[in-house]
Nanobody, 121 residues
């Protein structure tokens, strides 16, 4: 079993910055990839960015050049630095991990509970 907890959300003005954190815990053998997704009211959940075990990244076009993902394997954590925030970035942001639990052989998908990001004047 793997648990994910997000933090760092809040209210910021347009053009501002936030840094989100996601820490993983539990019986973890290997984390193959981690990422961030977001869901606005009335909208479906969408990809923000993912990062694989080799450091390769995949950003949504809407956040390229503004958001940066990073990971710390020693801490089993992933971060999202968000700059030049826009009102359309307002959403609940969810951490995701593709991980193999201790004693397991197949990767499973895990989600955090989400953290609210609101961009408004």
């Amino acid at each position: 079993q793997v648990q994910l907890v997000e933090s760092g959300g809040g209210l910021v003005q347009p053009g501002g910055s936030l840094r989100l954190s996601c820490t993983s815990s539990g019986s973890i053998f290997m984390i193959n990839a981690m990422g961030w997704y977001r869901q606005a009211p009335g909208k479906e959940r969408e990809l923000v960015v993912t990062i694989n075990s080799g450091g390769g990244t995949n950003y949504a076009d809407s956040v390229k050049g503004r958001f940066t993902i990073s990971r710390n394997d020693a801490k089993n954590a992933v971060y999202l630095q968000m700059n030049s925030l826009k009102p359309e970035d307002t959403a609940v942001y969810y951490c995701n991990a593709a991980a193999v639990s201790s004693g397991g052989y197949f990767s499973d998908n895990y989600w955090g509970q989400g953290t609210q990001v609101t961009v408004s004047s």
